[in-house]
């Protein structure tokens, strides 16, 4: 075990401790500066990066437009998290927590301002009436299953993730209180995933479109590098579902908005008309650029 912490009678904020994310971790909240979020000229404007969080939200566009529902047409503004885009003051004014993504809904007679990604795909679900059940049975459990996911996967990213891939030091109470509780998450999920095609039936819902981007990526070791740690290979029904949401073309499209890693034909850094996708992935405009 790591050497005891006895905490102080009184926290104080000591900026030199934190590691990789330091710089942008702050017991307050608000602006750090005036900028003002650029506005396209679609319905929707997201301000985000292609984290977990941030897929789920361009998922459910590029799913709602695969469906036909042009309504949905949406401009995607990178907004860069190490960098400190979130503390803008136009961002805030957004998302006064801070945390991408952001969205605007200029679709209405008013605006209205969203935050946190699964009030978003609630939403958007509303709204289009699309990959969330009528009927109240299947509704509830669709619900469920999106409100567990965005309680839990903070064990996930802010746990498992922070103390055994990012933190500066390794503390072995903390990586193994978050490397349980992560093993019985995925428990539930593979355990719910052996009854049923989806996470909340056999129908494909907003509860998989907001699980995939965190569950899919962590077994299939693109977060955190620790799926051996884990025994990601046990977990053979969430394996089968996150194989089986992959292939659907509006995943595909929707991961790779605002995303800044991985390999370049990925990368769709900011996105403003489907051609996008065909004509502005890294991969075809970093050479004109070097």
């Given at each position: ?138 509704r509830a459990e669709t619900l469920s299953w999106l409100f567990w ?142």
């Amino acid at each position: 075990m790591s050497e005891e912490y006895t905490p102080p009678k009184v926290w104080t904020w000591n900026t030199e401790f934190g590691g990789r994310f330091a710089s942008i971790n702050r017991p307050i909240s608000g602006a750090t500066h005036e900028k003002t979020l650029p506005v396209g000229k679609h319905p929707f404007q997201l301000y985000s990066m292609g984290t977990p969080n941030g897929q789920k939200v361009t998922i459910m566009f590029e799913e709602l437009l695969a469906a036909g529902h042009s309504g949905a047409e949406y401009d995607a503004w990178l907004n860069s998290v190490m960098a400190g885009d979130q503390f803008g003051s136009g961002f805030v004014e957004v998302n006064p927590n801070s945390k991408i993504p952001a969205l605007m809904d200029y679709s209405g007679e008013k605006p209205i301002r969203l935050f946190e990604s699964g009030a978003m795909l609630l939403h958007l679900a509303d709204k289009f009436g699309a990959f969330i059940p009528k009927d109240p049975a299947g509704r509830a459990e669709t619900l469920s299953w999106l409100f567990w996911q965005m309680s839990m996967t903070p064990y996930i990213g802010g746990g498992f993730g922070h103390f055994y891939a990012y933190a500066p030091i390794k503390i072995e109470y903390a990586i193994e209180r978050f490397t349980m509780e992560t093993k019985r998450l995925l428990h539930v999920l593979d355990t719910q995933l052996g009854k049923h095609r989806y996470v909340a039936g056999d129908a494909y819902t907003i509860a998989d479109i907001a699980c995939w981007p965190w569950f899919g990526a962590l077994v299939k070791n693109e977060i955190y590098n620790g799926a051996e740690f884990i025994s990601a290979h046990e977990y053979t029904n969430v394996l089968r579902w996150t194989d089986d949401v992959a292939k659907r073309p509006a995943v595909d499209r929707g991961r790779k908005v605002n995303r800044v890693s991985g390999p370049l034909q990925d990368q769709l850094r900011e996105r403003h008309d489907a051609s996008d996708f065909e004509t502005r992935t890294q991969d075809k405009l970093e050479p004109a650029e070097s």
